[in-house]
């Protein structure tokens, strides 16, 4: 059974502040700078990294996250999480082998920091994946649930 589209979107946009979250404030103690992917994406697309910013939620918030529960939800193994974690490990694998490339750091971060970029970069799609897994995954509580909780 396929999950909520309205639940792996909210999943995605959480996963989506977290990834963010380690890009900017945790990648610089790696790196010694952020991994500014808002930046890269406004330039391989020639315009501003707010436009780039917004591609990129836009694409963790909707497109991975409608994706990962309308098409491979019932083909990955495991649990919710763990699903989630297979998916954040291919959108980890397709960014280095294919995206990060195309917009000019070289494949796997060879022109973009290295080994640490990609470690950091494997970080934060395991944290994505999970988050967007959990969150998906999770139990739908009714209304009559939550009343007999309190």
Same mark, same amino acid.
Do not use: C
């Given at each position: 059974?396929?999950? @909520?589209?309205?639940?792996? $979107?909210?999943? #995605? &946009?959480?996963?989506?502040?977290? $990834?963010? &979250?380690? %890009?900017? @404030? ?13 930046? %890269? +994406? ?7 990294? /707010? ?7 836009? /694409?963790?918030?909707? !497109?991975?996250?409608? !994706? ?5 939800? =019932? ?9 989630? $974690?297979?998916?954040? +490990?291919?959108?980890?694998?397709? @960014?280095?082998? $294919?995206? =990060?490339?195309? %917009?000019?750091? #070289? &494949?796997?971060?060879? /022109? ?9 970069? +494997? ?12 969150? =998906? ?14």
């Amino acid at each position: 059974m396929r999950p @909520s589209s309205w639940r792996a $979107i909210v999943g #995605g &946009f959480l996963g989506t502040i977290a $990834i963010t &979250f380690l %890009m900017y @404030s945790v990648a610089p103690f790696m790196l010694g700078q952020p991994m500014d992917v808002a930046k %890269m +994406l406004g330039d391989f697309l020639g315009t501003t990294r /707010n436009v780039g910013m917004a591609v990129h939620y836009l /694409n963790g918030t909707i !497109i991975f996250p409608l !994706i990962f529960a309308w098409i491979l939800w =019932t083909f990955l193994p495991g649990g919710a999480t763990g699903k989630g $974690i297979a998916w954040g +490990l291919m959108l980890w694998f397709l @960014s280095q082998a $294919i995206v =990060t490339p195309m %917009m000019g750091g #070289g &494949f796997f971060s060879a /022109n973009a920091g290295g080994a640490m970029a990609v470690v950091a970069s +494997l970080l934060g799609h395991i944290v994505y994946g999970a988050i967007l897994g959990a969150v =998906t995954g999770a139990p739908a509580v009714s209304v009559g649930q939550e009343r007999r909780a309190a």
